[in-house]
């Protein structure tokens, strides 16, 4: 049973940062895909962030990985108010059927 676990969360001023982690129990190369998703209240969850196989910027947040510690990062930097949500570690498996996988969350608040 494949287990995601994320940490990081937390509460963070507007123009602060934080680092997400999210750590799997198996090896994150099984993966097809990895991505960091966010659900604020009342609203949908959304993509934030997919994973390649090196770092990627998207605006103020960077996805890096490292795979001999099997844990993917989001590094969030100017962070702003409406970034608060709790953030979800999300990894998809392809053989003969779709494998999908969540962590169960981690709280980031940030304060005005």
């Known amino acids: 049973q494949v287990q995601l676990v994320e940490s990081g969360g937390g509460l963070a001023q507007a123009g602060g940062s934080l680092r997400l982690s999210c750590s799997a129990s198996?090896?994150?190369?099984?993966?097809?895909?990895m991505a960091w998703y966010r659900q604020a209240p009342g609203k949908q969850r959304e993509l934030v962030a997919e994973v390649s196989s090196g770092d990627s910027v998207k605006g103020r947040f960077t996805v890096s990985r490292d795979g001999a510690k099997n844990t993917v990062y989001l590094q969030m930097n100017s962070l702003k108010p409406e970034d608060t949500a709790v953030y979800y570690c999300?990894?998809?498996?392809?053989?003969?059927?779709?494998?999908?996988?969540w962590g169960q969350g981690t709280q980031v608040t940030v304060s005005s």
């Open positions: 198996g090896s994150i190369s099984s993966f097809n895909t």
């Open positions: 999300h990894a998809q498996r392809r053989f003969l059927r779709v494998y999908e996988y």
